[in-house]
């Protein structure tokens, strides 16, 4: 109680500053960034693969580019359908998802659920063809020194948007795995050997489903939870991040 009444009063006079270009932040703003950083936020704009969303410099659209693969997806398996995503992983959605996840400030997601929504509600795909929402997993000491997953809240939010089930307790992560930005193709693949496991797999014949993840990077761990999927006769596979590395 005291300590509250003193942060009220120290941000009285000290406005709390944004995150990014610490100018002071808006009254009631509370995702610790304001809203001339938010606005700068790159969309993903086409043209870009139809499958895992990369993007092509301008110059390569050779007319329709709808069905235009990226070199990856026109030699690697299909494991899941197509790569749902509003944004483009840099400047300032990097810093925010930074913020989120590793600064625990779970008021950025008040603005993530804005961009989710203005990207949900152009209808990207008919949730009709849907039938279950399932957040990429946290291994539980990793949750437990966070505090929560970020793909759960993403996934939540979409599930209630949609009113599609959310199924969070079938998909787990039984071995902990490194960071795998600074592993080559091979070590990714090998340091998400077996770091999933599926409970109740029968309940997913049939069902196509949405793999939810906050960041695609090279794409390793959703097509990982994919592939575990597939084996359980899933009837389709889609995946949405909020965000696509460029
Ligand atoms: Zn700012
Ligand atoms: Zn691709």
Known sequence: M????????????????????????????????????????????PPYCSRCSKPFPPSDVLGESSCLLCEECR????????????????????????????????????????????YLEQNFLSFSELDEIIPIPLHRKKLKQRGFNQAYLLAHFISGFSKLKLVDRSLLRIRETRPQIKLNKRERAANLKDAFQVKNGTSFRGKAVLLVDDVYTTGATLREAARLLRTFETREIYVLTLARAP
Not at 9 to 37: D, G, H, M, W, Y
Not at 80 to 85: D, F, H, N, S
Request: with cysteine; charged share 30%; net charge positive.
């Open 75 to 118: 030699t690697e398996p299909a494991l899941y359908k197509k790569l749902l995503v509003p944004t483009l992983y840099e400047g300032v959605m990097k810093e925010a998802i930074h913020l989120l996840k590793y600064g625990r400030k779970k008021g950025i997601f008040l603005e993530i659920k804005k961009i989710l929504r203005k």
């Open 2 to 45: 005291v300590k509250k009444v003193a942060e009220g009063v120290i941000s009285l006079f000290f406005p709390a500053e944004c995150k990014i270009c610490r100018r002071s932040l808006e009254p009631l703003n509370r995702s610790f960034i304001c809203t001339s950083c938010w606005s700068k936020v790159k969309w993903l704009m």
